[in-house]
Antibody
Framework: EEQLVESGGGLVQPGGSLRLSCAASGFTFSHYWMSWVRQAPGKGLEWMGVITPDGTETYYVDSVKGRFTISRDNAKNSLYLQVNTLRAEDTALYYC??????????WGQGVLVTVSS | QSALTQPRSVSGSPGQSVTISCTGTSDDVGGYHYVSWFQQHPGRAPKLIIYDVNKRPSGVPDRFSGSKSGNTASLTISGLQAEDESDYYCCSYAGGYTRLFGGGTKLTVL
């Protein structure tokens, strides 16, 4: 059974950084594009970015370019999201999702990032 | 990269049908056959219910259907049931390997 489990969230001060992780199991991780999506409290879904199966290419929404970096380690079946220079508006639940043919067909349960002083 | 436009809320009685619209542009919804719909219950992760405009993943009831005309995609739920009360989001491929979500629609089953 396909499973995605995020970790690494928490409370961070404005301007700080975090590295979120997503552990994949139940499918051949190295075959799939993977995306990050976030959801601010009480708000809608916002796609953040995607990484190719071999990890050589990444694509981001304009609002996070230069601050967020997606990477992966296929040997560890793991996806990462490095988030830097955090702002209050980055407070959200961050989901990783398997991205198959432009379809986000499996999602983790999300990890909460709170940016506050 | 503005969000796709969805009605904030829709409602219907059990057994009725409701349709949720998702309006974009020719750069996203209108330009590709890659519109998905997600159902999200409170406190839960989104669940894929429609992909590629009108395809249903295994296990999704055929009460859920999708369509597209021009720059607007639609999700129709027929034979409304109490458990359909949820938030619904559309998502479209938007070129350049990016994706774009709608703002979400809250469905209330009266």
């Amino acid at each position: 059974e396909e499973q995605l489990v995020e970790s690494g969230g928490g409370l961070v001060q404005p301007g700080g950084s975090l590295r979120l992780s997503c552990a994949a199991s139940g499918f051949t991780f190295s075959h799939y594009w993977m995306s990050w999506v976030r959801q601010a409290p009480g708000k809608g879904l916002e796609w953040m970015g995607v990484i190719t199966p071999d990890g050589t290419e990444t694509y981001y929404v304009d609002s996070v370019k230069g601050r967020f970096t997606i990477s992966r380690d296929n040997a560890k079946n793991s996806l990462y999201l490095q988030v830097n220079t955090l702002r209050a508006e980055d407070t959200a639940l961050y989901y990783c999702a398997r991205d198959a043919g432009w379809v986000l067909n499996y999602w983790g349960q999300g990890v909460l990032v709170t940016v506050s002083s | 990269q503005s969000a796709l436009t969805q009605p904030r809320s829709v409602s219907g009685s059990p057994g009725q049908s409701v349709t949720i619209s998702c309006t974009g542009t020719s750069d996203d919804v209108g330009g590709y056959h890659y519109v998905s719909w997600f159902q999200q219950h409170p406190g839960r992760a989104p669940k894929l219910i429609i992909y590629d405009v009108n395809k249903r993943p295994s296990g999704v009831p055929d009460r859920f259907s999708g369509s597209k005309s021009g720059n607007t995609a639609s999700l129709t739920i027929s034979g409304l049931q109490a458990e359909d009360e949820s938030d619904y989001y559309c998502c479209s491929y938007a070129g350049g390997y990016t994706r774009l979500f709608g703002g979400g629609t809250k469905l209330t089953v009266l």
